[in-house]
């Protein structure tokens, strides 16, 4: 699951120290980059950061971050959103 949206993705953000590099479709973040300060320059811990996403994907209106042929037809962000606030960050 996308710790940003709470997509349920179908490949793991990080395995251990090793990220997988992959983009989620749903917020679009790349993990292991802009997850990782010294690498995008952000500031604050990993989850700070995913805070910060989060807030910037939800005030800009949670829109679909790759070609919207490829979003899901039943997609809800918002339904995303709740698992996020279930604790599974």
Known sequence: ????????????????KRASHDNCPSCGIE??????????????SREEIYLKWRE??????????IS???????WDPMEQLKQIKRGLR
């Open 31 to 44: 993990f292991g980059y802009h997850d990782v300060p010294a690498a995008s320059g952000a500031k604050g």
């Open 56 to 65: 910037k994907w939800v005030s800009d209106g949670m829109k679909w971050s």
């Open 1 to 16: 699951m996308c710790p940003v949206c709470g997509y349920d993705l179908d490949f793991e953000p990080w395995s251990g």
């Open 68 to 74: 919207e042929w490829s979003r899901p037809s039943n």
